[in-house]
Structure formats: structure tokens, C-alpha cells
């Protein structure tokens, strides 16, 4: 297999399961040293032993704001370096807006898109030093389509994908590149406030996809010769109809 990625060193935000946690293994079969970020310090304990030198365990909670700005120096004096900032961290709230916790949403609204902003924020100082970096970040495919059942996540994700696309016009200039991958439903926790019924119907009909298959989009992405930029992929499985 070839190594494209030999040398580069790659931040994954929730890399402890899913999505996240399989980027973060895509990238490392490619030769990238991954820090993976996640509140749940056994599982990111387990994966370090795994993984040995090239993961690099580091518990934050980016839903605390100090845990959050330290994210960045942390990462710089563990590694040295952030070449690929995949932004993946995020939470879900579906059904019904009238019956949604509120403090559920505001959870919500600031790990999808505040967290996300600050991130980048944060990361992009360095990557315009060094006039070369990528910056990934996890939307959906509700990010596309008012999906009926999920108007609060679905908000967030049309505001991040604003965000991605105007902060690439930004930084560009910078030899830097922004893109953002927009999955329909894939087998992961984040599934478990759909409605029972519409899981039932996608397992039967196998119009799920793995995490695996997002993550080699996302290695896709970052392995394209520097003059190119994957903005957008919106991706789901081929017999999946909302």
C-alpha cells in the first residue's frame, strides 16, 4: 500500500469511535502520525496501545472552553506540527422540534458549529506559517436536504457548510485546503435518535454506510496534488432515499 501520507502529522478531532476513529486509522495505513482527540480517555488508552507510535492519545473536552483553546499548544508540544485538522467532533438531536431538550440543542449547536469555528480558528495561525496545510471538516448529507426528522442537526450542518466554503475562499491563498465531507447515515452511535422504524428500513434495504467507506473518501481528499481542492463530497448509500 502506498504510504501518501509518510510524514505528515494529522489532528482528528472525536477519534475515539465512528467516523473519527476511522479517519483517523485511514490516515495512519497511509503514514500519518495521528494526535486523536476525545473526551473518553479508556477508549483513546486502548487505541494508543494499538496503534503504538503513530497514534497519540489526548483527552480534551472541547465542550469546555479551556479544555478547548489549549487544543492547539497541547497538539504542538506533543507533535511539532498540524498538517491535517480533520474536524469531526459532533453530537446529534432529532424527532420533533417541540419535543427537543433544549439544553440538548444548545449542547448541539456548540460542539457542531461553535467548537468547529473555534477550532479552526485556532489551527489556521499555524498552517499559514507554513504556508501549507488541510482542514476537513464532518458535515452530513442533511447539510443538503431538510430532512424532516432532524431540523436542529440539520441547521447545524447547513451552517458549517457555509463556514467551510467561505473560510477555503479565505485561505486559499495560503496554500491551504478546506473541504468538508457530507455522509447520509452511517452506522454509528449517532444513529440512535432516528426513528426506529426508518433504521428498521434502512438496515433490511442495506442503505447504510460504513465508517470505513467515509474514511477513504476523506484520505481521497487529502491525497490529491496540491492545486486541487475536494470542496465538497456528499456521498450515501446507493439505495438510500429520503
Given at each position: 500500500?502506498?504510504?501518501e501520507l509518510e510524514g505528515k502529522l494529522a489532528v482528528v478531532t472525536g477519534a475515539a469511535s465512528g467516523i473519527g476513529l476511522a479517519s483517523a486509522e485511514a490516515m495512519m495505513?497511509?503514514?500519518a502520525r495521528v494526535v486523536m482527540v476525545d473526551r473518553d480517555e479508556t477508549a483513546l488508552k486502548a487505541l494508543g496501545k494499538k496503534h503504538g507510535d503513530a497514534a497519540t492519545p489526548?483527552?480534551?473536552?472541547?465542550?469546555?472552553?479551556?479544555?478547548?483553546?489549549s487544543l492547539l499548544p497541547r497538539v504542538l508540544e506533543k507533535a511539532g506540527q498540524i498538517d491535517i485538522f480533520h474536524a469531526n467532533a459532533g453530537t446529534y438531536v432529532g424527532g420533533d422540534l417541540i419535543d427537543a431538550d433544549?439544553?440538548?440543542i444548545d449542547r448541539m449547536l456548540n460542539l457542531n458549529v461553535n467548537v468547529v469555528m473555534k477550532n479552526v480558528?485556532?489551527?489556521?495561525?499555524?498552517?499559514?506559517?507554513?504556508?501549507?496545510?488541510?482542514?476537513?471538516?464532518?458535515?452530513?448529507?442533511?447539510?443538503?436536504?431538510p430532512t424532516p426528522w432532524e431540523p436542529v442537526y440539520a441547521s447545524s450542518k447547513w451552517a458549517i457548510n457555509c463556514f467551510v466554503?467561505?473560510?477555503?475562499?479565505?485561505?486559499?491563498?495560503?496554500?491551504?485546503?478546506v473541504g468538508a465531507i457530507s455522509p447520509g447515515p452511517v452506522i454509528t452511535a449517532l444513529l440512535a435518535d432516528w426513528p426506529q422504524?426508518?433504521?428498521?428500513?434502512?438496515?433490511?434495504?442495506?442503505?447504510?454506510?460504513?465508517?470505513?467507506?467515509?474514511?477513504?473518501?476523506?484520505t481521497f481528499m487529502?491525497?490529491?496534488?496540491?492545486?486541487?481542492?475536494?470542496?465538497?463530497?456528499?456521498?450515501?448509500?446507493?439505495?438510500?432515499?429520503?
Open positions: 500500500m502506498a504510504r495505513a497511509l503514514g489526548l483527552v480534551v473536552d472541547l465542550l469546555d472552553p479551556k479544555d478547548c483553546a433544549t439544553a440538548a480558528h485556532d489551527v489556521l495561525p499555524h498552517m499559514i506559517e507554513r504556508r501549507t496545510g488541510d482542514i476537513i471538516v464532518t458535515s452530513s448529507l442533511a447539510a443538503h436536504f466554503q467561505t473560510v477555503r475562499r479565505q485561505v486559499f491563498k495560503h496554500g491551504i485546503r422504524e426508518k433504521l428498521k428500513e434502512l438496515r433490511e434495504a442495506g442503505s447504510l454506510l460504513e465508517a470505513s467507506e467515509v474514511a477513504n473518501v476523506i487529502l491525497t490529491r496534488p496540491r492545486g486541487m481542492t475536494i470542496r465538497d463530497v456528499i456521498m450515501m448509500p446507493t439505495n438510500f432515499d429520503l
